[in-house]
């Protein structure tokens, strides 16, 4: 049974930063995909970054490039997301994610199974 546990969500004036964590459980990760996502109030739930656990390959979204900085460490089973030079529109509940990679491609940006409960990230203008 995979567990996705984040961590570190709060509340920020804009350009300034957090880092969120993911701790994984319940199986080896040698061969998953991480990402992260985040839904804003009224609004789908969207693709932010994505990292391979083995290689370490990561993918972000424009919006996020040059200010988010997605990490693993692979003796902690924890994943990283770095996020500098917040703004207001990145506000929203970030969660955690988790799909086993069938094959090589690269990046993986759809059908993550496993899920956090989410933490909140709210940036004041």
């Known amino acids: 049974q995979v567990q996705l546990v984040e961590s570190g969500g709060g509340l920020v004036q804009a350009g300034g930063s957090l880092r969120l964590s993911c701790a994984a459980s319940?199986?080896?990760?040698?061969?998953?995909?991480m990402a992260w996502f985040r839904q804003a109030p009224g609004k789908e739930r969207e693709f932010v970054a994505t990292?391979?656990?083995?290689?370490?390959?990561?993918y972000y979204t424009d919006s996020v490039k040059g200010r988010f900085t997605i990490s693993r460490d692979t003796a902690k089973n924890t994943v990283y997301l770095q996020m500098n030079s917040l703004k207001p529109e990145d506000t929203g509940v970030y969660y955690c994610?988790?799909?086993?990679?069938?094959?090589?491609?690269?990046?993986?940006?759809?059908?993550?199974?496993?899920w956090g409960q989410g933490t909140q990230v709210t940036v004041s203008s």
């Open positions: 994610a988790a799909k086993y990679m069938y094959g090589s491609m690269w990046p993986q940006l759809y059908g993550y199974g496993y």
């Open positions: 990292i391979s656990w083995s290689g370490g390959n990561v």
């Open positions: 319940g199986r080896t990760f040698s061969s998953y995909a």
